[in-house]
């Protein structure tokens, strides 16, 4: 017969539990951190594969047209990828804290009227970008509504949709790195909602004074919101005030950013880091300078 010393006491059962759940909490944090990397790594990929598709298209195209023949909608998928390209990449400068802005607080000492004013900027750019994320859901709707295609069928609001996507990411970014804080990350959630409600009932606006949000807007760029903040801010403010329908900013941004000349920026950019990568810049010189003697 088993000794009941031998049995497991109560403290020891206790000790085993806890063991195994510790096990089992280190585990499921093991997966989140595995899944947030896989989340991260994609987000990462998409405008690289973006990029990369902007760059074979005209290749293809320039090697079909030798053939006698083309590529369906070249040019019109590398305007559009363009478009990508840009919402994606700033999605990831925001993922990054890496937006255009003021660097302000930056010369400030460490205190709470530093924290104050990057989770005021902070708030403000969530609540424009809300505004901005509100305006290019009705574009996409409209255009949904309407049917427009691309080549090869592509409807056209598939193409739009990163323009939601992009905004929804940037918001909420903001919103959260507005500051380390659980109170200024609600602060910089309010923001957002606070845009989220205006951009839903633009109404509310029209026919007020538009200085008071020009202020705010002023100040928020000023202690470090994005540059593009105050653009869109401006716009979608003026906007609101006048009763235009808040589509017409985004629909402006899609027309910009799917134009076609706009295409050749991210590509010279590219051929740009390539050559400073290849470290070719120091071959030039060093040519010009053997053929030439300086």
Known sequence: MRDENDRP???DRMETGESQLSGLEL????????ARRWIR?????LPVLALAAMTLLPLA??????????????????QHLTLWVTFLGAA????????????????WREGP??????????????????????????LVDVEREFGSTLALDVPVWLAQAVMPVGFALIALRLAWRASERWWGRFLGFAGLGIGLWLGQMPGLLEGRPDWPGVA??????ALGSPIFAVLGGFAVLFFMTDGVPLAAVPSETYRL??????????????????????????????????????
């Open 9 to 11: 006491s109560h403290d």
């Open 27 to 34: 585990e499921a944090g093991e997966d989140r951190s595995t």
């Open 41 to 45: 790594r994609a987000e990462e990929i």
């Open 61 to 78: 195209e320039i090697v079909a047209r030798r053939l006698g023949t083309g590529v369906p909608g070249a040019a019109s998928f590398t």
């Open 92 to 107: 990831l400068a925001a993922r990054e804290g890496k937006l255009l802005s003021l660097a302000t607080t930056s010369f």
């Open 113 to 138: 009227w530093r924290r104050f004013a990057e989770i005021f900027a902070g708030a403000v750019g969530a609540g424009v970008t809300a505004i901005l994320f509100r305006a290019s859901l009705e």
């Open 216 to 221: 705010l807007i002023l100040v928020a760029t």
């Open 257 to 294: 950013a799917t134009s076609p000349l706009l295409a050749a920026i991210p590509l010279f950019t590219l051929t740009g880091f390539l050559l400073a990568e290849g470290d070719s810049s120091r071959r030039l010189v060093r040519v010009f300078r053997a053929w030439f003697g300086f």
